[in-house]
């Protein structure tokens, strides 16, 4: 499955997709595939966002309950492009989610469209989020193991280029950017939620080095685990 793309037209424009042409007015909203090409007067006057397969599985169970089940021709779907209006300030909003999370705003964006079209949505929806893929479904399941990406590869029976091949078509990223993001935010939950020694919370959270965790803690979350967890007191 290709990446999905959230569009926010500022001025009218058009998309070239599938060999058709649709024409888009001012202030609208699209989720389109990444084949999709975007035009306007000038690049200022939209913005898009790419979701991988994997971060729209993320935020799926957050919807569900919006979600219409009887699914209709996923094929036609597929082929559509569906806009949805806008205001300057739900515009605002969307972009300011975005510098904070990419998963809230998708999360909120989904959860707007499914208001306006909720067959339409809930039907892409769940063209995008099938999580039944095993090579995840492992590594999820034993993210916490002091693993290195050689290790994973192995015990899935396959090169370390494939698999990054698949974190990259399913996620965006590499499989060792992807894992460590994970430990890192399992981390940061440890450690805010519980009093647990900083050395455990790295063990416990898959990193085999200390210095590591310290060193990737700090990278990512620009302080160390002990002034997180003297900001939470």
């Not at 649709?22 to 006057?45: F, G, K, P, W």
């Amino acid at each position: 499955m290709k990446a999905l793309q959230v569009v926010l037209f500022n001025k009218q424009g058009h998309i070239d997709y599938q060999g058709q042409r649709t024409e888009v007015s001012a202030n609208q909203l699209v989720m389109v595939t990444e084949e999709a090409e975007i035009h306007a007067q000038s690049r200022n006057d939209w913005m898009s966002i790419f979701f991988y397969p994997g971060e729209i599985c993320e935020i799926y169970h957050l919807v569900t309950e919006l979600i219409d089940h009887n699914y209709v021709d996923i094929k036609a779907i597929s082929k559509s492009v569906k806009t949805v209006p806008i205001f300057d300030e739900l515009v605002n909003v969307i972009k300011q989610l975005h510098k904070v999370s990419k998963s809230v705003m998708l999360r909120f964006v989904f959860t707007y469209c499914l208001e306006i079209d909720k067959t339409y949505f809930s039907n892409l929806l769940n063209q995008y989020s099938d999580p039944n893929e095993k090579i995840f479904d492992f590594i999820n399941k034993h993210l916490y193991e002091q693993w290195s990406v050689t290790r994973y590869a192995e015990l899935l029976e396959m090169d370390v280029t494939k698999l990054n091949t698949a974190f990259y078509k399913y996620y965006g990223q590499s499989t060792k950017t992807w894992i460590t993001e994970q430990r890192l935010k399992f981390a940061k939950k440890s450690i805010l939620e519980t009093d647990r020694k900083i050395a455990d919370v790295a063990f416990d959270a898959g990193f085999s080095s200390h210095s590591h965790f310290i060193g990737a803690f700090k990278k990512r979350y620009h302080c160390s685990p002990s002034d997180l967890r003297v900001v939470r007191k």
